[in-house]
């Protein structure tokens, strides 16, 4: 560390200064070309033949991309390239714990449910501790019931559930039963208006994704896609009500409508 | 040091006036000692830097932390707009650029020009930080208050803080280009002076070249 | 034979200053020598030691006995968070401060630290974030949040009075201060050892130093972000903490204990770099393995900063992360280990002679070892999730900080003592803290094994009788009487010390290393002129070496020494404003004007500082 001399640092020192500005002008032309680039691609959407072909490497792209200038910036307009391994050290040690580290606590976040679409996530699985300050705020359904999961349902209902049923035949038949019914010890009725875990979109889905019972319920995240759980959560909810024959007893809450 | 002493040591020693201090803090007292023939200054500005990696990753990172799970909107697609950020992002390139330049030109002993260069840079800065304002009272008009979700929280203070850097970054370059013009700088220490005050400057971009990519444009994904 | 008096006849150096020196009080409000500033800190951590071990010892004495109320509730947890707080921040922060602006310029032979006005400004940062976080008891209530300050415990919901508004902001005053602590230091042991001192031959003390200044700049970020989240919470209302908004209480355990496990280093570093400069000088030995102490502390510190989930093994990161944390936790063993086996090789076979210091860096190795053992424990998550918030783990860092931590600070404060006063501290006196004290450590602390295994859950104020924790209860509250007596022996000795003590001279202990070159106390200057060095042990080497004596040049040196400034205090005294408008932003109206002042204050007196000649 401490007798690191390269060439180009030694010049310096020595008191050879010369002038970087053309290096420094080149690379500022060449930044903003990228940034150009970077800019341009979220309007490339409107052009599904430009846009299509690149779209599995957009996101990649843009990072690779960032990190090279930072890189750049770095090494040519900080000038560490090339300079003493002191403040290499100095600098990139913290750069490389900060790069493993906040990423780690990125994972380490409680696994996010998106069932909604970008941004409404469900938190119920976060409320562990149970406290809820008295502060201001709404309250933890209020934006769940949303005009967005009711335009989705009115779709799927427009498809009269299809996908939703296919599911539902694959999966959860075999404890449900085929209409729904339910099977003694084994699912609940899913056509009368009681439920044990909520009624609500959010609690279908959280039911379906997370399992509920002890595991008798299980978690479907794991094998299924977040699109394919809603489309059940769609249909099962389209079943109450329907009061199927040879239906299992009323277990959890009467919900009315 | 007396020159027998200067010839019993084993190891690169530096009298190099124009690295004997600081501009900010300090003194040019220990320079006897200067044992790695470097400016004490420019070793702190890289270890302060290497903390303020932590410092912004920490923010960065709790932002992602709490990313897709606001409760309440308006969400990110909703609110950014990505050609007032590129006019400021490219600013702030741009204000490299020119930094980088002001160095150049006081190692050249090119004074005026550094000056001149370093008031550029502030005015760039400035102007960052102008757009800056006019985004989040943007956003705020967009129903995006401080305590409106967990993303405009951690997008507010993130953000913020990145412009509460670039703020300090202007004084501290009105202030060097102040200094400069009154001649109250010893001359021999301005080089490293202006070259720390750059290497701020620098990394103050780099955090945006970060926060642009992975806050702004790659929300656009979906 | 070159002797240590050989330094007693070089001449003094010719000075140049920009102003002349201040005396009296202005001079300690001004000063910005390393050794004053050192006298300070360590004159505060003394103090917050006694403040923090009145808080111990009156919580203990609830515990004393089943069922008892002198205190209870939030007083109770008030004196438990506070106690925490005080010693860790406020008394071993500000002690290993003292011992790293005291000795590290005179350990690597330079003449104040790299930059004397930013160390004057950490430490008037660090003596107002002290008071502040002490001045909620004003409002006649403490932050009773434990040290963690764990989410959602910090909310308004939770905490609607002002203590944790004082507990954030006063500790976030300490994060700055530590953080360009950290920076200034690190800066110094690098630019400014004395030539010849390359990086192997830097004394253990200061290497130590060197890694935990590196620790507190770049740990001390997470925790700041962390404490500011929580201030815009309690001020400007964002929801970063808040459960009903979505927020996710671990965020706060990650940037808390982010910061947290490599503070747990800064903390144990500094003693065991003093265990290593004492041993080697009382057993007439070179320290065995010089190079692995150096590196296994390097190592300690990188992979610090890899385990602070071990503190969170109970709050559900799952089965890989929990793999992991364990793994890495585990890893550290090895390093720590390491150390260990150097300093019995050390002793081994060595001619011991036991003067206090001696003692106190001998029972450091059993105690130390001790609290490492049953922490390797808690690297095994499974068993973890039973220890966890259990008087087992309390038994665990106690060990570590009281018997590792504390011991070794106090070893090295009987050690050097001759260097900072002239004088000798008394080794009967001593002799009579050590003991006390050791006592009284195991007294306390070994029977909390127990009763974190017979399942007594930590902050609790009181237990039931029937619950069998009634007898290790009472003898740790024994055991703390113990120690208390310990300290009231040091403190008389301290004091008594100043003026009777036995004339030092400049090397009592017949050691290794530079700073005993300089006089007891040292001159302003430190060093009458640049000493060379050929060795990691340049004054043994001068004592014993022909050949490799360090030369005592025949002509004054000239050097120029930095002036006292106001500017430090001016610029700590802004971010005080600042700090105290923000904490009270929403109970007084206008407060932020306070802010905005400082913020003024603060660009001013940069501006000054800029402009003033040194």
């Known amino acids: ?257 | 040091m007396s020159a027998e002493l200067a010839h019993a040591d084993d190891v690169a020693l530096s009298h190099d006036a124009g690295h004997e201090s600081d501009h900010d803090h300090g003194h040019p007292a220990t320079v006897e000692n200067n044992f790695l023939g470097l400016p004490n200054i420019k070793l702190a500005m890289w270890a302060f830097l290497g903390s303020e990696c932590m410092f912004f990753g920490s923010l960065i990172g709790t932002y992602f932390f709490y990313h897709g799970k606001s409760l309440a909107g308006p969400l990110p697609q909703d609110v950014f707009s990505i050609g007032i950020t590129s006019i400021s992002t490219f600013l702030l390139l741009m204000s490299s650029l020119t930094m980088a330049l002001a160095v150049d030109a006081m190692k050249l002993g090119n004074k005026n020009s550094a000056r001149n260069f370093l008031l550029v840079t502030a005015l760039l800065g400035a102007t960052f930080v102008g757009f800056q304002v006019y985004e989040f009272s943007h956003f705020v008009h967009m129903g995006l208050g401080l305590s409106t979700s967990l993303f405009s929280s951690t997008f507010y203070v993130m953000t913020g803080f990145h412009g509460g850097h670039v703020t300090i970054g202007v004084i501290w370059l009105t202030m060097l280009a102040l200094l400069i013009h009154q001649g109250k700088l010893n001359t021999q220490r301005l080089p490293v002076s202006v070259e720390v005050a750059g290497l701020y400057w620098h990394f103050v971009d780099i955090v945006w070249i970060v926060i642009f990519t992975f806050v702004y444009l790659l929300e656009f994904i979906q | 034979m070159a002797s240590v008096a050989d330094f007693a006849q070089a001449q003094q150096p010719v000075y140049h200053m920009e102003r002349p020196a201040k005396t009296g009080l202005v001079d300690w409000l001004t000063t910005v020598d390393h050794k004053k500033i050192g006298i300070l800190y360590g004159t505060a951590g003394l103090i917050y030691l006694l403040i923090g071990g009145l808080e111990a010892l009156l919580f203990r004495l609830q515990l004393m006995k089943p069922d008892q109320n002198l205190f209870v509730g939030d007083t109770y947890n008030g004196l438990v968070t506070m106690h925490a707080t005080t010693m860790v921040f406020l008394a071993v922060m500000p002690l290993i401060a003292a011992f790293s602006n005291y000795f590290v310029p005179l350990l690597i032979g330079a003449r104040d630290v790299a930059f004397p006005r930013l160390n004057a400004f950490s430490w008037y940062t660090f003596l107002f974030g002290s008071l502040i976080l002490n001045a909620s008891i004003l409002f006649a209530e403490f932050p009773a949040a434990g040290w963690t300050g764990y989410a959602p415990l910090t909310s308004r919901g939770a905490h609607p009075g002002m203590a944790i508004d004082f507990w954030w902001a006063g500790l976030t005053l300490l994060a700055v201060s530590s953080m360009v602590a950290g920076v200034n230091f690190v800066v110094t042991i690098l630019n400014l050892r004395a030539p010849g001192m390359t990086l192997m031959r830097v004394p253990v003390l200061a290497w130590m130093m060197l890694v935990i200044q590196f620790l507190l700049a770049f740990s001390f970020p997470p925790v700041a972000v962390g404490l500011i989240l929580l201030a815009f919470d309690r001020s400007f209302g964002t929801v970063f903490y808040q459960v009903n908004m979505g927020g996710d209480p671990q965020l706060w355990q990650h940037l808390f204990w982010l910061f947290g496990h490599p503070e747990v280093y800064v903390l144990i570093l500094p003693s065991m770099g003093i265990v290593s400069e004492i041993l080697p000088v009382f057993s007439r030995r070179p320290l065995f393995g010089q190079h692995a102490v150096i590196f296994s502390g390097i190592f300690i510190g990188f992979v610090g900063f890899g385990v602070w989930g071990h503190h969170m093994f109970t709050a559900g990161m799952g089965p890989i992360a929990d793999a992991v944390f364990a793994a890495t936790t585990a890893v550290i063993a090895i390093p720590t280990g390491v150390k260990i086996f150097n300093w019995l090789g050390t002793l081994w076979g060595g001619k011991l002679t036991f003067p206090v210091p001696m003692m106190f860096a001998i029972s450091f190795i059993p105690m130390f070892t001790i609290g490492g053992l049953s922490g390797v424990m808690h690297a095994n998550a499974p068993l973890d999730l039973q220890q966890h918030d259990s008087y087992f783990v309390v038994a665990h860092f106690h060990y570590v900080l009281v018997g590792g931590a504390l011991q070794g600070l106090f070893a090295g404060l009987y050690f050097y003592f001759p260097k900072i006063t002239g004088r000798m501290m008394s080794e009967t006196l001593g002799k009579v803290h050590f003991w006390l004290f050791l006592i009284g450590s195991n007294l306390t602390f070994w029977p909390m094994h127990d009763l974190g295994n017979r399942g007594m859950p930590r902050r609790i104020y009181t237990y039931p009788a029937d619950a069998g924790w009634n007898d290790d209860n009472y003898i740790a509250t024994i055991g703390v009487f113990f120690m208390t007596a310990g300290i009231l022996a040091l403190v008389y000795n301290l004091l008594t010390s100043l003026k009777n003590g036995k004339v030092a001279g400049r090397d009592p202990w017949d050691a290794n290393t530079l700073e005993w070159i300089t006089e007891s106390p040292p001159r302003v200057h430190n060093f009458d002129f640049t000493p060379v060095v050929f060795s990691e042990r340049p004054l043994f080497d001068h004592k014993h070496t022909e050949g490799l004596e360090i030369p005592v040049p025949s002509q004054p040196e000239q050097i120029h020494m930095p002036s006292y400034s106001w500017k430090p205090l001016w610029v700590s005294t802004g971010a005080l404003m600042v700090v105290l408008g923000l904490l009270m932003f929403t109970v007084v109206p206008f407060i932020w004007l306070l802010s905005l002042a400082g913020g003024v204050v603060i660009i001013g007196s940069v501006y000054a500082w800029v402009s003033e000649p040194v």
């Open chain 1, 1 to 257: 560390m401490s007798q690191g001399h390269d060439a180009h640092a030694t010049s310096h020192e020595a008191g050879a200064v010369h002038s970087h500005r053309g290096a420094y002008i080149r690379l500022g032309v060449i930044l903003t070309i990228v940034t150009a680039i970077e800019l341009a691609l979220p309007f490339l959407k409107d052009y599904p033949e430009i846009w299509n072909p690149i779209k599995p490497v957009w996101a990649p792209l843009l990072v690779v991309m960032s990190i090279a200038k930072f890189g750049a910036v770095v090494a040519e307009f900080m000038h560490l390239r090339g300079d003493r391994r002191v403040y290499q050290f100095l600098f990139m040690s913290p750069l490389l714990l900060a790069v493993v580290l906040f990423p780690a606590v990125g994972a380490l976040s409680v696994v996010t449910f998106r069932p909604f679409g970008e941004g409404y996530a469900s938190t119920a699985i976060d409320v562990r501790s149970g406290y809820v300050a008295p502060t201001k705020g709404p309250a933890l359904e209020a934006p769940l019931a949303d005009e967005k999961f009711v335009l989705a349902f009115n779709e799927a209902k427009g498809k009269n559930f299809e996908a939703g049923k296919k599911i539902f035949g694959e999966k959860c038949v075999s404890c449900h039963g085929k209409a729904g019914e339910g099977v003694a010890n084994l699912g609940f009725n899913l056509t009368d208006n009681c439920y044990k875990y909520g009624s609500t979109f959010k609690d279908l889905y959280l039911t379906v994704a997370k399992g509920q019972n002890g595991g008798k319920m299980p978690a479907w995240s794991a094998s299924m896609k977040g699109e394919e759980m809603r489309q059940v959560v769609y249909y099962i909810k389209s079943l109450k009500g329907s009061n199927a024959a040879g239906g299992q007893p009323c277990v959890g809450d009467q919900v009315a409508d």
